[in-house]
């Protein structure tokens, strides 16, 4: 027991590694970083981050990376749920090879998409909006949104749905009152997923934005001088680039748990 212990202490010391070397260099000087090997800050300065959240440039690519990732999280989970219960209920000619090309679109690289996007949204323009970004990373995450409801749904018994109807439930009542609450873990689940992706997803958030809705992520690669990189503002926007995953994983934590333990994950 005691070396289970030591081993997953061990663990769990090699993974957190990276994230303390970040939040270290964050609190250093570019200068410091370049000067040589140390664990802990010499000169400890906050400037790093008081230029991230004094500088719009900086603080608006969060808000833009926050805001279309959360609307992408809630189109694809919302997308996802009635096909998921089609795919988990009905039997229909054609419905394996459908679902399976759902699949496919997930496993496309994203670089297969980016100019078709980037021409179709100049034309209609959706172009630097929030809401193009959502839909274009929607391509990836609705069928990955599907795959993993459907495994929950399945796991349901149709006899829920035959005696909620006999008791009078219409199916917009049943589906809300009763389904939902019963797959909650998968619903969880599936928007972490949803959530993650967008939130680490690059080419087509730079490709498809400009200014207005320019994310973190594009902002970080514009740190380059002729002096190099500003290694203590790139540290300190990736030590923030970690809070929101972090704050989704702290309330979705026990339905991840029963997802991996239950549905199809």
Known sequence: MKKRYIITTAYIFFLMLPIYWLVS?????????????????????????????????????????????????????????????????????????????LLTNRMAPAAVFALPFFQLYSAVGLFDTHLGVA????????????????????????????????????????????????IKSGVGVTAFFCFMFSWVELLLAKTLTAVDAKPIAAIMTKTASSAGYELGLLAAAGTLTIIPGAIVIYFVRNNIAKGFAMGRV
Do not use: C
């Open 135 to 182: 839909l274009a990373h929607a391509l990836f995450n609705v069928p990955l949104a599907v795959w993993i409801l459907e495994g929950f749904m399945s796991g349901v018994p149709k006899e829920l749905d035959e005696t909620a109807y006999v008791d009078g439930y219409s199916f917009p009542r049943f589906f809300t009152t009763i389904f939902l609450p019963t």
């Open 25 to 101: 260099m964050s609190f250093k000087t570019t200068g410091e970083i370049l000067g040589g090997f140390s664990l802990f800050p010499q000169e400890f300065t906050l400037e790093n981050y008081r230029t991230i959240f004094t500088d719009p440039t900086w603080y608006w690519g969060y808000f833009n990376s926050i805001f279309y990732v959360t609307l992408n999280t809630v189109i694809s989970v919302s997308v996802a749920l009635p096909a998921a219960y089609a795919f988990s209920r009905y039997r229909f000619l054609g419905d394996k090879q459908l679902f399976f090309w």
